[in-house]
């Protein structure tokens, strides 16, 4: 991919410097706390401003010596995130003034070969601007009072920072000339100067095989084509290490301590012919450890959940040793809840003993056979911290993106469907044996199908599965949940709603419906005929 110029946000811990790049990038991409070292991953994200579009890192706060192993690896993503920069943004507090902190934070930029841009943070209002002036004896002239939280000054800042930048790149220059094209054809669609195409006018027009749909007609249908893949689990099973391992750089903090990657992490990665986005996420924790944790995990956690939301698959990533856990099977059910495809990847396979040929293949069965729910899922056996068949999963999670798209034709879905039927019917409800009329897909992502029946309410759960059953073994579907619909047919709805109305017109009892109650008077001797109530012969409901 084409790479944008770079901006580094940096400065000592708890400056603003996650809330400017929320700002920046124009949604709260980091997580944004009250409270030192919350950041600790490098985090980018893409800002335009004036035309011209940046990629802008959050980082953690820069410190000297942290003395904590892990603020010691967020001080390396630190000191990366500078090294690659093309402007750097020291970000200052104005409340608090010049502190040591901020002395040693500068001494370390003036290495840098970026330019340094310096911002004063949370100046709210006109004496903490004229306070923010003392910064200026850190040798920067560039030094801008803003409030992050507000906007205030964010506007000059921005300037300075696109002016500061590189020229654009060949590449950047060839996107903005293809997007102009394209708005101004839409502004002369919509001002009516240009014809569009009736139907009827393909004289002269080659439809593409691949772009034309069943009746030889183009399919409008535009899908993103490109995959968005997440790294879920517990806490400390490796997911930032498979991460790095797959980028081949330590892009993630990876720590022996649960809980060490809190904000969601997204990368772009190539893959082959493939546009992937790789998304590293905290460790999703029981929900009542999580409640009555602190706030970072919370905001961690929920974080994670939305990047299920917006992820195509999910990669989940479970420990060897310890097998499926509870909390693993909950985390897998929330993906498949969310339609999302599903890979299952058991890391530290290296580190067990005594593995045989056979020791995966009993593995997987046993897991099968725990998690049933979780049979269509592959399973790949890893070690993110040696390399050992990383590239298979994400070669399995790329094949489950093209398994969530698939369609199937209306004529092929009804072939297996008619097949089905007829090896094994539908069992009787309350209301008679249900019957499948016909089935067609209405959706991809997941794959969605509607069934439309007889009784369609009464079709049991048990007969459900046989037919998603037959469709992933006559179509495959490996690793993307499929949704299966069954609404009632619409003669038989309408003609249902139509006895049930002449029902209650004559007074005759719906089918299925309990008979009312007899008045005691009705056993009194003189009452009606002879004391009885008779029912001739075709007469039902009528007293004879």
């Known amino acids: 991919m084409t790479p944008l110029p770079i901006v580094a946000i940096v400065g000592r811990p708890n400056v603003g410097k996650s809330t400017l790049f929320n700002r920046i990038v124009g949604h709260r991409a980091a997580i944004v706390e009250d409270r030192a070292r919350t950041t600790r991953d ?60 901020d002395i040693e934070a500068a001494d370390l930029l003036r290495t840098a070969e970026a330019p340094v841009l310096v911002a004063a943070n949370k100046a709210d209002n006109e004496k903490r601007e004229l306070e923010a002036a003392e910064f200026f004896s850190l040798g920067w002239e560039e030094t801008y009072p803003i409030s992050a939280a507000h906007g205030r000054g964010v506007a000059d800042l921005l300037d300075a920072v696109v002016w500061a930048l590189p020229p654009e790149s060949v590449q950047e220059i060839e996107r903005k000339r293809r997007e102009a094209e394209a708005d101004a054809w839409a502004r002369e669609m919509a001002e009516g100067r240009l014809a ?16 034309a749909g069943e009746d030889g007609q183009p399919s409008f249908e ?68 999580v409640a009555s944790g602190p706030d970072a995990e919370r905001y961690s956690t929920i974080r ?31 993906v498949v809840e969310e339609g999302r495809g599903l890979v299952l990847a058991l890391n530290k396979w290296d580190l067990l003993a005594e593995k045989t040929d056979r ?34 999963v994400l070669e399995l999670a790329v094949d489950v993106w093209g398994e969530r798209r698939k369609r199937i034709s209306t004529p092929e879905l009804n072939r297996v469907v008619r097949a089905a039927s007829l090896r094994q019917a539908p069992p009787a409800g309350k209301l008679g044996p249900p019957k499948i009329f016909y089935a067609t897909q209405v959706a991809v992502a997941p794959p969605t199908f509607v069934f439309f029946a007889r009784h369609a309410d009464q079709v049991h759960f048990s007969y459900k599965r046989f037919l998603e059953n037959q469709l992933r073994a006559e179509f495959g579907f490996d690793g993307t949940p499929i949704r299966l619909i069954f609404r009632e047919r619409a003669s038989d709805r309408a003609g249902r709603e139509k006895r049930t109305a002449r029902g209650r017109s004559s007074g005759t009892r719906p089918h299925g419906a309990k008979p009312a109650s007899r008045p005691a008077s009705a056993n009194k001797p003189g009452h009606g005929v002879s004391g009885t109530v008779k029912r001739s012969t075709g007469q039902r409901g009528r007293p004879g």
Request: charged fraction near 25%; avoid cysteine.
């Open 196 to 211: 569009r195409v009736r139907a009827g006018d393909d004289e002269g027009i080659e439809i593409d095989g691949d772009e």
């Open 359 to 392: 020791s995966f293949d009993e593995f997987a069965s046993a897991l099968r056979a725990e998690v049933p729910f979780l049979d269509f899922a592959p399973i790949v056996s890893i070690s993110a911290k040696t390399g050992q068949r990383v590239g298979k």
């Open 304 to 334: 994670a959940i939305k990047a299920v939301d917006r992820a195509d698959v999910a990669i989940l990533i479970v420990d060897a040793f310890q097998g499926l856990t509870a909390q693993d099977a909950h985390v897998a059910g929330f």
């Open 222 to 289: 535009q899908e993103d084509q490109q995959v968005s893949i997440a790294l879920v689990g517990r806490p400390n099973v490796g997911k930032s290490s498979l991460f790095n391992s797959l980028l081949g750089e330590d892009r993630a903090i990876v720590s022996d301590i649960p809980g060490t990657t809190r904000d969601a992490i997204d990368t772009h990665l190539q893959w082959g012919r493939s546009d992937i986005v790789l998304i590293d996420t905290a460790g999703m924790r029981r929900p009542g450890k």
């Open 42 to 101: 490098r985090i980018y994200g893409e800002g335009e401003w004036n035309g011209r579009r940046f990629i802008a890192v959050d980082t953690g706060g820069l410190e000297i010596k942290p003395g904590d192993p892990i603020e010691e690896k967020v001080q390396e993503q630190a000191r990366i995130a500078i090294a690659e920069a093309e402007v750097i943004v020291l970000v200052v507090d104005s409340i608090s003034g010049m502190t040591p902190a």
